[in-house]
């Protein structure tokens, strides 16, 4: 579609950052342009609407997940387009009151994620929105947090997926990536 063409054109292309060996795609010069967000989050309100409700049979989104931290900025603008609520996936250590922990496995070493005990109600239709899919250990952490307070994950959704990392089939519900990159 063209409208993914344009984003994909536009994301940033960094080779060894933060280290070596790693080609860094940037969404920031996306958000600095206010045309090309608004064309990413139709494009995913889109999807939602036509793809991820219809087949799921489920006809509304209760909650948006982002997470740490560019799914902190995805996240509350498809939320407030589905009149949806936005509940952050965190980083150990920065959610006040009652949490649940999940760890998962980065390049060097494992993270903690948490989320709010209270978040999300039994049974709510969740989405789980972050910018970039590569070895997918942060995602099926979100998505163990989510199923563990009662949430029913739809879909994961990425602006960007490494799908030569084949991590989109190790997760617990369909996952799109806007772009698909090599
Ligand atoms: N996170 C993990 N791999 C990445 C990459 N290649 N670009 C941006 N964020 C990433």
Do not use: W
């Amino acid at each position: 579609m063209a409208d993914v063409q344009i984003i994909r054109e536009k994301l940033g292309v960094h080779p060894d950052f933060p280290k070596k060996g790693i080609v860094f795609l940037d969404i920031f010069p996306v958000l600095r342009d206010p045309i090309l967000t608004e064309l990413m989050i139709s494009h995913f309100i889109t999807h939602i609407g036509t793809v991820t409700l219809p087949k799921s049979k489920q006809s509304k989104i209760d909650v948006v997940v982002g997470l740490d931290a560019r799914g902190f900025i995805l996240g509350p603008l498809v939320a407030s387009r589905l009149g949806a609520a936005f509940v952050p996936v965190r980083k150990k250590g920065k959610l006040p009151g009652e949490t649940i922990q999940a760890e998962y496995m980065k390049e060097y070493g494992t993270d903690i994620f948490e989320m709010q005990a209270n978040s999300i109600s039994e049974g709510a239709n969740v989405i789980i929105i972050d910018d970039l899919i590569a070895t997918g250990g942060s995602a099926r952490a979100a998505g163990q947090l989510v199923k563990q307070l009662g949430g029913n994950t739809l879909e994961y959704l990425f602006v960007i997926g490494l799908t030569f990392l084949k991590a989109m089939d190790t997760l617990d519900a369909p996952a799109y990536c806007m772009i698909e990159s090599e």
